[in-house]
């Protein structure tokens, strides 16, 4: 017995530690972000507190001329920033969403095993990539591609920006989605097959219903990503400070803008702030994603399921 | 509240609810042959899972396929809507009839399948709601008339013995329900494709036996106006809902009779075997 | 299960053979007695009836339980069905010969020391081995023959119409023992029932080995 009670006395003694040094290590991990937000707060906040520009002016004012130094007296309106951060996403959006579709229902529905083993990695292989890689081979090879074919007056463009973000957010919402149709279960497809459905109508109706959460939550997770790249879509897409006029001209984007000024604008100045009021905006729009998808998901199950 | 006599003799209360009678059930009446089915053989791969097969299925009866696990009533009640088309590298040879017209050949797959529907082992409600889900097959054969789908849903819904408990619910989701009301829904969402027969593959094998013993007395009612054909590997089930049974092993069919007889008096000595539990 | 059910079909099966043992045993001793005029041998059989009763009312427990119980099919089935009705018919044919054996003792009682009426023991030996048969038939499985049966019961009915001839002529002759012959015609009746039972039991054997149920 006795051996017996130590043996018992020592688990529990490693539960406890065990339990102590993960809620450790997980509550350490959790600070990070909210020191992060919290550092943003106290910089961010700047441009309304120290130099006294309205919130209407940063996020409509399309005046750009922030005074570098710590007087300030200039025009902190991230407009263009934001708008161009929009359009770009949109655009990339839009080119990636009907191939990420395609590529995900090929891959679940319609490839035989050996083709979803070669096609499935080699996708997963995309998101390895690393930005910079992206941004040179868009620069050296897409750029000149588009301005054979169209007006290009700078070579750098809102378009060719897209493209190279649709690319890069291709294999998030194309792995996503396929994961969300996979996991359709079989029983369904087959009940609807027994109702006389097409493969196509089954896949319309019943498949692709069933994996919207899913799909939606590979769309958000996409469009974050393309929110948050800096360093690709600076090395094309010209970072002129206007406003995205046409798609074949230069524009800028909160990334862009944080990426290029960051360094150079002076330490406390007004510009600074204004950056820094561009990165807390950046990170809140990122939460602003995750919130989405909960809620997306929420919605996505009809009242009365078990979830 | 009019009481009726069952089968079984003993009554049972009904509520005022009519059970109207399906406008497009089989043409053909009791006595005529719905499905025929000869020298079927059927191969996975090389494994020769289904060895010439042949049977005649007559019309408002019930059938059971009984027999050990892996002995091939699945599979050979999945050919006969051709859901076996679905599994990669499956094969078959012979003559599989189904109102006269082979099945492979000279009836198309989408018509076979709304006149052949099929019930699961696992309740399969999709993930819509109760309404959504009856009016599916409906709505791929081109009603979308709101007014019709109505109708239909609730037709085939009484039919199915749920219209009271789903009546004031059809917009909630499906899965809201237990597992005996879902395998009913699925049932309801078969008869509104209007179909002649009803595969019905192990049915009541996740359920409870009160709601076993609801879906056995619907198949029963149903066996009037339907044709069913049921895998069972409770031969009590067979027993009691059954006109004829079929007994299968390792592929083949070893006899197919009618219930009392094969249950009474089987002629061949493997059949008696496993009904008298001595093997399997 | 199975071994629950094999055991208990198994259990049955012994007691329906001890069963008919003790019967064949009722049915040699009442002739013993009835021949010999041992009052004291006709008594026993008279109380050993009960024993038989006990038994039959045990196979019958055992029957009705298995059916019950184990869902019960084909050969199985028909043993179990079968059995029931061969049980009644076999306590029937204990109560006769118990029955015989207590017309025995009131004849005998009267001390009018009649002697066997002639062709009895031959009707009796027909009966006795048509119950001898059907057990045989019922215990080892063997085939019943039904033909066989048949012509035994035509020949017991026969002696039967015979023996009632000549014990009418008997009390017409002696009128002063007309109650003793009115005992032997009881006896004579419940010989001819015993038959008509051993006929009845084979029937049940040709539904257990046909599924034909013939009345």
Redesign the interface.
């Known amino acids: 017995m006795n051996q017996l009670q130590k043996a018992i006395a020592k688990a529990h003694r490693n539960d406890r530690t065990a339990k102590i040094l993960i809620t450790a290590c997980g509550v350490c991990m959790a600070l990070v972000p909210i020191l992060i937000g919290l550092f943003l707060f106290y910089r961010g906040t700047d441009t309304f507190t120290l130099f006294h520009h309205s919130l209407t002016e940063f996020l409509f004012s399309g005046e750009w001329n922030p005074g570098d130094t710590a007087e300030g007296g200039g025009k902190v309106g991230a407009a263009m920033f934001i708008t161009g951060s929009l359009a770009v996403c949109l655009l990339s959006l839009i080119l990636t969403l009907p191939f990420s579709m395609a590529a995900a229902i090929f891959m679940t529905e319609i490839a035989t095993p050996k083709a979803r083993r070669l096609l499935q990695p080699a996708i997963e292989l995309f998101t390895g990539i690393p930005s910079v890689v992206y941004g040179f081979v868009g620069l050296t090879v897409l750029i000149p591609f588009l301005k054979s074919i169209f007006p290009m007056p700078f070579s750098f463009s809102l378009l060719a920006a897209g493209i190279v973000l649709a690319i890069m957010i291709f294999p998030t919402i194309t792995t996503m989605s396929a994961d969300a149709l996979a996991a359709v279960p079989k029983s369904w497809r087959e009940a609807s097959y027994g109702l006389g459905a097409t493969r196509w109508e089954t896949i319309a109706h019943v498949v692709i219903p069933a994996a919207k959460g899913g799909i939606a939550t590979g769309i958000i997770l996409g469009l974050a990503r393309a929110m948050g790249e800096a360093l690709a879509v600076a090395m094309v897409i010209g970072q002129m400070k206007v406003f995205p006029k046409s798609l074949f001209l230069p524009a800028s984007t909160l990334t862009t803008a944080i990426s290029a000024d960051m360094g150079g604008a002076m330490e406390g100045g007004e510009y600074n702030a204004g950056l820094w009021t561009m990165a807390l905006l950046l990170f809140l729009l990122s939460f602003a994603f995750i919130f989405l998808i909960h809620y997306i998901n929420d919605l996505s199950t009809l009242k009365g399921e078990k979830k | 509240m009019a009481l009726t006599t069952t089968t079984y003799g003993y009554t049972k209360e009904h509520s005022g609810e009519a059970r109207p009678v399906s406008a497009d059930a089989a043409a053909a009446d009791s006595g005529s042959l719905t499905f025929e089915i000869k020298h079927m053989d059927l191969f996975y791969g090389d494994h020769h899972a289904l060895k010439d097969v042949s049977m005649d299925v007559r019309t408002h009866e019930i059938t059971a396929l009984i027999g050990p696990s892996g002995c091939g009533k699945s599979t050979f009640l999945k050919s006969l809507?051709r859901?076996n088309d679905?599994v990669e590298n499956c094969r078959i040879t012979g003559d599989i009839r189904f109102e006269g017209k082979d099945i492979f050949r000279e009836v198309d797959l989408?018509?076979l399948?709304?006149r052949v529907?099929?019930v699961?082992q696992?309740p399969?409600p999709?993930?819509?709601?109760i309404f959504e889900n009856v009016a599916?097959?409906p709505?791929?054969?081109g009603i979308s008339n709101k007014g019709q789908l109505s109708e239909i849903v609730e037709q085939s819904l009484r039919q199915a013995a749920c219209w009271d408990e789903m009546k004031d619910?059809l917009?909630?989701?499906a899965?809201?329900l237990s597992g005996g009301q879902q395998q009913r829904l699925?049932i309801a969402?078969?008869l509104a494709?209007r179909p002649s027969v009803i595969l019905m593959d192990e049915p009541t094998s996740a359920l409870d036996p009160i709601s076993t013993q609801k879906i056995e007395d619907l198949a029963l009612e149903l066996k009037e106006k339907y044709t069913i054909i049921i895998v069972t590997h409770n031969?009590?089930q067979a027993?009691r809902i059954s006109d004829k049974t079929a007994f299968f092993l390792l592929g083949e069919l070893i006899e197919f009779d009618d219930t009392v007889k094969m249950?009474?008096?089987?002629s061949n000595p493997k059949?008696?075997e496993y009904?008298?539990?001595?093997f399997g | 299960m199975l071994e629950n059910y094999e055991k208990a079909m198994g259990e049955l099966h012994d007691r329906m053979s001890v069963l008919s043992m003790k019967l064949e045993k009722a049915m040699e001793d009442t002739w013993y007695a009835l021949e010999n005029k041992d009052l004291a041998l006709a008594d026993k059989v008279y109380r050993g009836d009960q024993d038989i009763n006990d038994l039959v009312r045990e196979c019958m427990q055992k029957d009705l339980s298995i059916s019950m119980l184990h869902d019960p099919v084909a050969r199985d089935w028909r043993y179990l069905m079968a059995t029931m009705k061969i049980l009644s018919d076999m306590e029937r044919i204990g109560d006769h010969c118990a029955d015989i054996c207590h017309y025995l003792i009131r004849m005998e009682n009267r001390h009018h020391n009649l002697p066997l009426l002639p062709g009895l023991k031959e009707m009796y030996g027909v009966m006795s081995s048509m119950v001898s048969d059907v057990l045989t038939f019922y215990n080892n499985q063997e085939k019943t023959d039904v033909e066989l049966m048949k012509d035994k019961d035509d020949i017991v009915d026969l002696a039967f119409d015979n023996l009632m001839e000549e014990i009418s002529k008997q009390i017409a002759e002696h009128p002063e023992y007309a109650r003793d012959y009115m005992s032997y015609v009881l006896i004579v009746k419940y010989v001819e029932r015993m038959a008509d039972h051993a006929s009845n039991i084979a029937d049940c054997i040709i539904y257990r080995d046909t599924s034909r149920i013939i009345v």
């Not at chain 2, 249950?263 to 089987?266: A, E, L, N, R």
């Not at chain 2, 009904?275 to 001595?278: H, L």
Request: proline share 5%; with cysteine; aromatic share 10%.
């Open positions: 809507n859901m679905l989408l018509a399948r709304t529907g099929m699961f696992q399969t999709f993930p819509k709601s599916y097959g709505r791929l054969q619910r917009n909630q989701s899965l809201g699925c969402r078969t494709a031969m009590q027993k249950f009474t008096d089987p059949t008696e009904i008298t539990g001595r």
